[in-house]
């Protein structure tokens, strides 16, 4: 049998073994969620259409990697750390998806432009020093036209490194106080910083702000002074940063009702978050988890929690039957092994979702005739 597809998602790979490089009829790998720190070189596998490297550690991609990639369409490296796309990426003359969302680029090769077949190219999350915001949101046509239109200046101005403006300097971070005053809002997102400017927090001063967005920034942790807003702050959004665990400054916020900390580094929740008594949705996908955070199950006013694509292998069917205001629970693409049949007793749920983990009943076909056709299946079960 020819071997068309490998997928190697989620293992502790930190290399490719050099005999999958030699697979010459492969068309479609998935390295995704593994340690590589580069990609190796491809020298049988002319006919590859689909490389899907997002979720690694890779700091590097170079000419070596891609020059014998011909039959390429889709490249996926996003989540990773590439500082930089060579100019070699124009020799997948078939290319048609390139996905680099969430890496550390700064500049592009223009010649990105003249790739014939490109219909789909992401850049969302780099620190693109070249590239303004407004035109990345314009889409993949607006943007290979940009870069093609560049081509030329690039001769020009050989070191084409853009002039560093006030724009990129923090201190010059233009404060919206409009949307502090009007719209309650406080908002320094998409900057890639690792750090909130101290100078937000001073233009909130008396102001009454009920949300905060700092999402797709570099931050590490959340920042402290969050709890000088606890009076009123009611919406919370740190998704798709580098956070490894939630602070007790958090646990103050005692109004807050909606909390995003998808798309971060956090492997458990801390016993203090009880306090949020009001919290009514969180979202905690694509995070590290390995178990079920047992803080949320004595958060009673929950009514959403998501916790896709994560590692957790199990839930209390007991303590989520407490939840009565519980109407969706996301445990896509986790590692249950097993479903406890005591699930089907938790009324509340509307919304049961449990795709893409590896336990063998209920089967797909129970699970595509909807949550409560799951739930009744369930509690038939449920030994007498």
Known sequence: IKRI??????????????????????????????KLRSLPEFPSCKLLKELHAGENQI?????????????????????NKIKSVPDEITLLQKLERLDLANNDISRLPYTLGNLPQLKFLALEGNPLRTIRRDLLQKGTQELLKYLRSKIQDDVTNPNGEPPVTAMTLPSESRINMHAITTLKLLEYSEK???????????????????????????????????????????????GFN??????????????????????????????????LTGLQVINLSFNRF???????????????????????GSVDPLQLKRMDRLGTLDLQNNDLLQVPPELGNCESLRTLLLEGNPFRTPRAAVLARGTAAVLEYLRSRIPA
């Open 5 to 34: 597809q490998l997928d190697c998602t989620k293992n502790y790979l930190e290399t490719v073994p050099s005999k999958l490089a030699t697979m010459a009829s492969l068309e479609q790998l998935y390295l995704r969620k593994n």
């Open 59 to 79: 700091e590097i991609l170079n000419a070596e990697n891609l020059k014998h990639l011909n039959s390429l369409s889709v490249l996926e490296l996003r989540d």
């Open 192 to 238: 890639q910083a690792a750090v909130v400017p101290e100078e937000m927090f001073d233009a909130v001063r008396s102001h009454p702000v009920t949300t905060v967005n700092f999402s797709k920034n570099q931050l590490s942790e959340i920042p402290p002074r969050i709890a000088e807003l606890k009076d009123s702050l009611c919406d919370v959004n740190l």
């Open 242 to 275: 580098k956070i490894s665990s939630v602070s007790l400054e958090l646990c103050l916020l005692r109004k807050l009702t909606h909390l995003d900390l998808r798309n971060n580094f956090l492997t458990s929740l801390p016993e203090e978050m009880e306090a």
């Open 290 to 312: 390995k178990a079920f955070p047992g803080v949320l199950y004595r958060i009673l006013a929950l009514e959403t929690i998501l916790l896709s694509n994560n590692q957790v």
